[in-house]
């Protein structure tokens, strides 16, 4: 079975979600800036509010490190009153943009039909989306075979094409994990990731779906990342608390690059 080792790149993205000061935001880049690998080898972004990502792109002009938004409209321009648009985020430098969170859509009624229109925004600004699933996979645990596409992976890439979905990662948060302190384990996050795959291949093809990575989200920390990380279908993590402190984050980066280079080859 090919792995992430020899066609898709290590991911691993912080989210700070609504944390941090304009003085601990410099603080944390300071510390791993310099510290990350090469995008060749691992790729990282950290996510932030609004206020912060100007400086952040400025700050990490010199580091591989991707800026992220945690969130975007889906029009370009317009009378929106306290949303970002996709096209300012692209000229600011931005590189990644968070979509679907949990959080969004428990918080503040995002569903699926935003999801998708905020997709493809941020596809035609050129940005790169990070698509949350949040479903509950558990009811499709009897067998891994022939299964239906999975609904929110399908409506949030309704309209996507061939040529953009190479942009596109999806991250696989469940929901009782976020926040919990209690990840799902190395199997049960394989076994989503899983058929997140095989929901790509149905709508694209199985050599697209290959190249496409999938991270897992949902109290993830040091301890459980290599697991998380060493499953076949996993490319990454997306990281809410263990991430705001730098030192954790670097460690798991470096968790992130060990599992990718202990990968078997075809």
């Given at each position: 079975m090919t792995t992430y080792k020899n066609c898709r790149?290590?991911?691993?993205?912080?989210?700070w979600k609504i944390n941090k000061l304009k003085g601990q935001v410099f603080d944390y880049?300071?510390?791993?800036?310099?510290?990350?690998?090469?995008?060749?080898?691992?790729e990282t972004g950290i996510a932030a509010q609004d206020i912060f990502l100007a400086d952040m792109v400025r700050e990490t002009e010199n580091s591989p490190i991707h800026v992220v938004a945690e969130n975007v409209h889906w029009q370009d321009a317009g009378a929106y009153t306290g949303e970002t648009s996709p096209r300012a985020l692209a000229d600011l430098g931005v590189t990644y943009v968070l979509?679907?969170?949990?959080?969004?859509?428990?918080?503040?009624n995002e569903t699926d039909a935003?999801?998708?229109?905020?997709?493809?925004?941020?596809?035609?600004?050129?940005l790169k989306p990070i698509v949350d699933i949040d479903e509950d996979m558990s009811v499709y645990t009897q067998s891994m075979e022939a299964q239906p596409a999975v609904a929110q992976v399908a409506a949030a890439l309704a309209g996507v094409s061939v040529d953009q979905i190479r942009n596109v990662t999806i991250a696989y948060e469940p929901t009782w994990a976020i926040g919990s302190g209690e990840a799902a384990s190395a199997q049960q996050a394989q076994k989503a990731a899983q058929l997140i795959r095989q929901t790509l291949a149905q709508l694209y093809s199985p050599s697209i779906a290959e190249k496409i990575r999938i991270l897992y989200g949902g109290s993830v920390?040091?301890?459980?990342?290599?697991?998380?990380?060493?499953?076949a279908d996993i490319?990454?993590?997306l990281v809410g608390r263990a991430a705001l402190d730098p030192e954790q984050f670097l460690s798991l980066v470096a968790i992130a690059q060990q599992t990718s280079s202990s990968q078997p080859a075809d």
């Open positions: 790149i290590p991911f691993v993205v912080a989210n880049l300071e510390k791993v800036n310099q510290q990350v690998p090469d995008s060749s080898v691992v979509i679907g969170h949990f959080e969004r859509r428990k918080f503040f935003t999801v998708n229109l905020k997709v493809m925004a941020a596809l035609r600004n050129g920390d040091i301890n459980n990342a290599a697991q998380i990380m060493g499953q490319d990454g993590v």
